[in-house]
Each structure stands twice: as C-alpha cells, then as structure tokens.
C-alpha cells in the first residue's frame, strides 16, 4: 500500500524510521500543518513529498493515512481520511469523547475501511509472550491485576508538552491507556469502573527545547486511581499520574490461582517477563521472550499498521482494531466519568480480544 503520514512531530520519527524500512509499504508522502515539519521529516527519510494535510488527503494515490496528530485532531484528521476512501491508522487515542469513536468505527466499517489504532505496544514480543504464558494457563484463570505509571511529567523530554496536559492526554489518557490496552487484551473486555482523580499541580514548567523554563496551566487530572472490573470476573487496579516518581511499583502484574506473572512496561515492546509459581518454591523464574531482538529495534511502532496490511490480505480485522480502540477510550471517558460523579460506571461497548500474534519461524 502506498502511505501518507499527517503529523510530523516527535512520535513520527520512529514510526517512520521503521515504516521506510518495510517492503510492504511505500511512503510516498508526509505532511503537517507547519510546512518546516513535514520538509523536514521528508529530508530525513528520504520521503518524495511534503505536503500540507489537506493535499495528502486529496491525493488518490494514498491508500492509508497514518494520523500522527494531537489528540485534539485525531478525529478530524481521521474522519476526513475515511470520507476520502482512505485506511486509517491513528495515534491513540482513537478519539477525545465517545461520540467522536462511534462515528470513525462505523464510519470505516461502511465504506469498507479499515480503521486501526495504537497502541500497537500489545502486537510486540514482550506482551505477545504475556498472551501465551495466559492462553496456556501457567497461572490458571486470571482473577485480579495490578497496573501502576508514576513519571515526573513529559515536561522532562517534550519540548511542547502542553497538549499532554489537556482533555484527551493526561498521565492516563497518553500513557495509562497503555496499560488499559494490555489488560484489555490479556483479560478482555472491561465491564465496570469506579474511579477517583485530582490535579496535583496547576501549573507546569518547560524543562527542555527552546521555551525551556515557560510555564502552562494544567486542564486535566495528573493523579487517576480506578478499579476495572472484566466481564471475565477478574478486578483490576488502575493508577496513572504525572508529578509522582521514584516508587517502587509492578508496571503490570496478574495474579492467578496458580501464580502471579510480572509483565513488561506496557509502553515497550520486549521483556522482561517474570512468574512465580505457587506449585513450587523456586520464586521468580524469567520467561524467555520470542523475537525479542529479532530486527535489533526495540522500539517497533508501527508494527500496527504493518499488521493492518496483512489483515486486508486475509480478510481479517486488524489485531490493534478500530473495535478495540473504541471499547478502550469508552473505559476511559467512563473513568472520568466516575472520578467527575463519584460514582460507578457501566462500560456499554465490548470488543473481542484480538488474535495473538504468530509465533516467529
């Protein structure tokens, strides 16, 4: 397929850098709406074009649109995709609100299209191996999970990091949702929440880049702690913030009746994955992880929208689905729906949890 990336900003250099080294597609274009940034994408990966978002969109020869954009214009960007007769693969999340997610899920689904969405961390070596480890009842039948993200900020790193701050990011809206994904695709669809939340700090200050030491103002909660309950039955502990670090807390850890697995950071695509078993004393026993290093990038972004084109060869939804994206932001729209109300929610939309990925040859 031939692809045209929206949005040149600091996540588009890894997916491009693994895109351009895949012979399944062929990125013809990349665009954003400060020219200087899609030049100067286009220079660095040897990309034909660089364009404003209005003429990738126009273009008939682009297949896919991979919608890097802010939160704030995902659903535009991949709206207007759709109505072009375009796949889409977004950033996460899928959309801001809920009603924005229903309009692109059956906006793709009648046209034919398909709609994808990171994060495509769950596709990676490290939870795929999870996935097993679960599927072969090494710890029997989930019944409860723990997952913690504790960061400083992305004002560390970010040299723009306002919009992380805001309706649609947050510490669980862009990071937490990647923890959310991995439960949701360990243990399946999430079925009720209750949840608390609060701003830590009004106000945050640029470390890094050239407005290093501006400060901005914070427009959504920074600390967020929810309980999941699965339609499986099995509970989960929820909490995201920014502005807590240094705590020593299991990233993701299921618990069975057979033993506890200690899963990878959600936000990474390789191990190291841990079991301890309550048949035996041994204590914490790696598990050895398929493919880990198999092209030597441990960041594999991307690798969503390479599975995207083989689910179109095989008739198949995409394994980081439209479906799945959706049932994910209604989770999260009904988390601070609960933290707003202080009440719990039921979660209406279900997905399937998606196929696992194949074993390497």
Not at 315 to 321: I, K, L, T, V, Y
Request: aromatic content about 6%.
């Amino acid at each position: 397929m031939r692809l045209g990336v929206i949005g040149c900003g600091t996540i588009s250099q890894v997916y491009l850098r693994n895109l351009t080294r895949s012979s399944e597609v062929e990125l013809v274009a990349c665009a954003d709406v400060f020219p200087e940034r899609a030049a100067a994408r286009a220079l660095e990966f040897g990309i034909g074009r660089a364009c404003s978002p209005g003429e990738l969109l126009a273009d008939p020869d682009i297949d896919l649109v991979v919608n890097l954009t802010v939160p704030s214009a995902h659903f535009d960007i991949s709206r207007a995709a759709l109505l072009a007769g375009k796949h889409v693969w977004s950033e996460k999340p899928l959309a801001v609100d809920r009603r924005q997610g229903r309009l692109l899920v059956r906006e793709a689904a009648g046209r034919g299209l398909l709609l994808g969405c990171a994060p495509d961390t769950v596709l990676g070596p490290g939870l795929q191996t999870c996935r097993r480890v679960l599927d072969e009842g090494l710890i029997g039948t989930p019944l409860a999970a723990s997952a913690f993200f504790f960061n400083q900020g992305p004002e560390r790193w970010h040299p723009d990091p306002e919009f992380l701050y805001q309706p649609g990011a947050g510490p669980l809206w862009d990071v937490g949702i990647y923890h959310l994904t991995a439960l949701v695709s360990l243990l399946g669809p999430v079925s009720q929440v209750t949840a608390i939340g609060r701003r830590l700090y009004p106000e945050r200050v640029i470390e890094t880049g050239p407005r290093a030491g501006q400060a901005f103002t914070v427009g959504t909660d920074t600390y967020v702690s929810c309980v999941l309950e699965f339609a499986s039955g099995a509970i989960a502990s929820l909490v995201a913030t920014f502005g807590i670090w240094g705590a020593d807390l299991p990233r993701l850890q299921i618990y069975g009746p057979g033993g506890v697995l200690n899963a990878p950071d959600p936000n990474t695509f390789t191990g190291p994955i841990g079991v301890n078993l309550h048949a035996d004393a041994d204590g914490w026993r790696a598990v050895p992880v398929a493919d880990e290093d198999a092209d030597g990038e441990p960041n594999r972004r991307g690798i969503g929208v390479l599975d995207m084109l083989q689910a179109a060869a095989e008739g198949r939804p995409p394994r980081a689905s439209g479906e799945l994206a959706y049932h994910v932001l209604d989770v999260l729209q009904s988390v601070n729906d609960s933290a707003a109300g202080g009440r719990h929610i039921d979660v209406r939309s279900t997905c399937e949890r998606p196929l696992p990925m194949p074993l390497p040859a």
